[in-house]
């Protein structure tokens, strides 16, 4: 099988996320409807790649914006990488990623930046694309730590856990759902971003409504109640076999009951109890992987979690 690449092009939307529904690898993260809100923010440079006249993979990517020599899949989302759902395997996959080096660098790019899928997004083994750019010899660059609960297979839940969710219960915390709690919880998000980090939230508000708009059975929104207060919440995405934790926040009022510990216990049961396998904590990395947050990553693993990498490539696309 030959396989061949050509730009995505504005037509291809619906057909282009039609076929994320299919692919092994691909989340909402990947789809049109989700790349799209970034408007014109990136160069896209996003692949169809094609064998016999079909569709067999996608990749989602864009110019990078600090690079103009570096094509990066994709610099808006956590991780992008090859889709496919089965005919990309073994030697097909590293001839579709030759075929992909070629045409970047026949498009003037001197790189390509691959974030792999991590493999507890993949609804059957897919990490042929790994084992193709070891081929290529592209070099690992990055390595992200994230924390991740088998909800079927739960691993200890540390004593601090659990007092905390009783005292989260004993001052009468009571969950609730819905996007009418998103503006309260970016106040109480970009309050804590900036006395501790001098930053402001990855998303604004509006962007987080409007995606949650594009997506209601996806995106949702948990949050930690004092009466009519949000104390502490997370904004979750589903995925077929994971929820994640995108954004987790809690004031002062919050950490003072252990609120998140009452989000966390209830967001990890809805998990198990809709028959999804993996809860997400997501990264507790800075500085390109380089630097562990332990007191983070600490606090992840006391509710019953381990250890799951986000990796990143890079391949080079001139000279090869």
């Known amino acids: 099988m030959s396989v061949t690449v050509r730009p995505y092009a504005a037509e ?61 899949s994709h610099p808006g989302i956590t991780y992008g990488g090859v889709l ?18 070629a045409h970047y660098a026949a498009a003037g790019y001197s790189r390509l930046l691959y974030k792999a899928v991590p493999t507890i997004y993949h609804r059957q083994p897919s990490q042929d694309d790994l084992y193709a750019l070891f081929r290529l010899d592209a070099r690992r660059t990055r390595c992200d730590l994230s ?76 949050a930690a109640m004092a009466g009519e207060r949000v104390l502490a919440g997370v904004v979750l995405f589903v995925t077929p076999g994971v929820v994640h934790a995108q954004y987790i926040a809690s004031s002062a009022e919050g950490y003072d009951v252990s609120a998140l510990d009452a989000v966390f216990d209830h967001c990890i049961t809805a998990t198990r109890e809709q028959g999804r396998r993996w809860f997400d904590f997501g990264i507790s990395t800075e500085e390109a992987g380089r630097v562990l947050n332990e007191g983070l990553y600490a606090f992840k693993s006391e509710f019953g979690g381990g250890g799951v990498v986000h990796e990143f490539f890079d391949l080079a696309l001139q000279g090869a």
């Open 84 to 101: 496919h759902a089965g005919a990309l395997r073994g030697e097909r996959m590293v001839a579709a990623l030759e075929a992909v080096r």
């Open 147 to 222: 924390c991740t609960i088998d909800v079927a297979h739960r691993g200890a839940v540390s004593e601090r856990r659990r007092r905390g969710l009783k005292k989260a219960l004993k001052a009468g915390v009571a969950i609730a759902t819905g996007d009418h709690l998103y503006a309260p919880l970016w106040d109480v998000l970009a309050d804590n971003l900036a006395r501790k980090h001098g930053v402001k939230p990855v998303h604004t508000l509006a962007e987080i409504q409007l995606l949650a708009g594009r997506f209601p059975d996806a995106i949702r929104c948990v």
């Open 12 to 72: 291809d939307a619906e057909r282009w996320d039609a076929f994320c529904a299919q692919a092994d690898q691909a989340t909402l993260l990947h789809t049109r409807r989700f790349l799209g809100y970034h408007g014109d923010r990136f160069a896209d440079r996003s692949l169809v790649l094609e064998a016999d006249g079909r569709w067999v993979g996608l990749l989602p990517a864009a110019e990078h914006p600090a690079d103009r020599s570096l094509v990066a």
